[in-house]
């Protein structure tokens, strides 16, 4: 049909805590994408994403990074994977669509930009929540033109809630995997998501402060957090980070489609300028600036939001490179790993950037 986009044929590896999953709904929601192909090694993640595919999964990840017809590799695996398959997906030509977390380290990050570097190929970091909602894009862009002039101060509160008797451990075993693996508790996994955009807002802070809880049981039997706090130092203000996941006593039972809905994230963000105050709570039906409601529909009137996706494609062909390419992924994997050389000296000021790339907690 003319002027239809062209489709990319793009192949899955992964299904870690069932992103393959999100990401196979996400992309066959794509015009522009073609899901071909999928692997997951994980015998208890391998139904799942072949349900979601509609299709029996490849013999390996290897087969789908080799088949030549395959043009872009999506990866939505264990964190500490992500370096190894990003180099083979990037030797052999393909771009890649690189669902969050990024890296267990800032080790293994920089070994991804270096091979989407030297390979020359694209790379997008699919980062969802706060980015990927046409109001926070829509906010970012505001940000970033002047609109609201000079930051004096943002906050943000971002975490999934859940009902007591939640079995975390049962439905997503791998959030309780040691930092090895994993790259941290919900600082990694739910805190990524905030870092990213803060990061998108103001830039690389000077310095970082950050503290770690583990007052639910099933992070604090594993010794990782399901909470965390970050301040960032900004020089002229100071940036607020409270990023994980709660269980809460007013919550009923609830299962995994349940702890999915937006209705039970918590997700607020105060941003103070000199002259302008913003209130921005994404999944809610309105906005306050300086005061006033602001109707999601009047907000985002003509404006047109562009997806991940979508942003890596552009690239391919020619476009501007992705909000969130390899660049912006590695200094938040740098400022993740820098609060959390802070949360284990007891809150102490860690100043960016960093040189050692190792993960202080494994």
């Not at 073609?34 to 299709?55: H, K, S, T």
């Not at 739910?190 to 103001?202: E, K, N, T």
């Not at 970082?208 to 399901?226: H, M």
């Not at 476009?319 to 802070?342: C, K, N, T």
Request: glycine share 10%; aromatic share 10%.
């Amino acid at each position: 049909m003319p002027g239809s986009p062209k489709r990319y044929r793009v192949g899955l590896i992964g299904n870690c805590c069932t992103h393959g999953e999100f990401v196979t709904a996400a992309l066959q929601a794509e015009p522009g994408a073609q899901l071909v192909a999928g692997w997951e090694g994980d015998v208890r993640r391998r139904p799942g994403l072949e349900a979601a595919m509609g299709m029996a999964l490849a013999a390996s990840g290897q087969a789908i990074i080799e088949d030549p017809s395959v043009e872009i590799v999506a990866l939505a695996c264990s964190p500490h994977e992500k370096a190894d398959w990003a180099e083979a997906a990037a030797a052999a030509g393909k771009h890649i669509f690189l669902n969050k977390p990024f890296a267990e380290s800032l080790d293994s990050a920089r070994r991804i930009a270096g091979a989407v570097d030297a390979a020359g190929v694209q790379l997008v970091h699919d980062i969802g929540i706060h980015r990927a909602h046409p109001v926070t894009a829509k906010l970012l862009e505001e940000v970033r033109r002047g609109v609201y002039g000079n930051p004096v101060g943002y906050f943000n509160a971002w975490s999934m809630t859940f009902s007591h008797d939640f079995a975390l451990g049962e439905y997503w075993p791998e959030r309780l995997a040691s930092p090895s693996e994993s790259g941290g508790g919900e600082l990694t996994n739910m805190g990524c998501y905030a870092i990213d955009y803060m990061l998108a807002l103001f830039g690389v802070p000077l310095s970082v402060q950050a503290r770690k809880s583990e007052f639910w049981g099933f992070y604090s039997r594993v010794g990782v957090e399901n909470f965390g706090q970050i301040v960032a130092d900004y020089g002229a203000f100071y940036a607020l980070l409270n990023a994980g996941k709660q269980p809460l006593k007013s919550l009923e039972k609830m299962d995994v489609a349940g702890a999915l809905q937006p209705r039970n994230w918590h997700n607020v963000m105060e941003l103070q300028f000199e002259g302008h105050n913003i209130t921005a709570m994404p999944y809610s039906e309105f906005l306050l600036r300086d005061g006033e409601q602001i109707a999601v529909a009047e907000y985002l009137a003509g404006y047109e939001f562009r997806s991940a996706f979508r942003q890596l494609t552009d690239a391919i062909e020619g476009g501007p490179a992705p909000e969130s390419d390899s660049r912006v992924a590695v200094e938040g994997v740098e400022l993740l790993m820098a609060a959390y050389r802070s949360a284990e000296a007891d809150g102490a000021p860690v100043k960016l950037p960093l040189e050692d790339g190792s993960n202080p907690l494994v």
